[in-house]
């Protein structure tokens, strides 16, 4: 779990890095969109191991204060990178991809959602269609067998 949280904290650092060396020379807030994407990737990471750890009974101080430090030196990052966007781009530019990418995220769950709802609902009328298709059979079945036993 470590080494993973470390991969976490890792490509966080190493987007920062990189949105710190661009953030100048760039010319369009899309030139530091890679580096904008492995910064939330790295966040996540750190935030699921974080939650994965929370389950479980660990009293390892050193491990609890490496993550608290990393996660308080994360959102610290996280905050000047902001500020660097906004300087660099203009008041709000983070704001607004931070609203844009909770949008498209939160669309692509509604979508998910949809569409496991069709799956069910198609999975339903599958099995519906397979009992009248059962019942059908067993009625041709029982009535051929009524007629072969009322004519012999």
């Not at 580096?35 to 389950?55: M, P, S, T």
């Amino acid at each position: 779990m470590i080494a993973e949280t470390l991969a976490g904290i890792a490509l966080f650092k190493s987007a920062v890095d990189g949105i710190k060396s661009a953030i100048n020379t760039c010319n369009d807030i899309s030139e530091i969109g890679g580096f904008i994407d492995q910064l939330f990737e790295g966040e996540k990471q750190v935030q699921e191991q974080r939650n994965k750890k929370a389950g479980v009974s660990s009293f390892d101080t050193g491990n609890v204060a490496r993550e608290i430090i990393d996660a308080r030196l994360a959102a610290e990052e996280m905050r000047q990178v902001a500020a660097m966007v906004d300087l660099r781009f203009g008041p709000g530019t983070w704001k607004t991809i931070l609203e844009e990418r909770n949008r498209r995220i939160r669309e692509a769950k509604e979508a998910e959602t949809r569409a496991a709802l069709e799956r069910q609902q198609q999975t339903e009328e599958w099995i519906e269609m397979a009992q009248v298709g059962l019942a059908v059979v067993f009625i041709v079945v029982l009535a051929i067998a009524v007629i072969s036993f009322t004519v012999s």
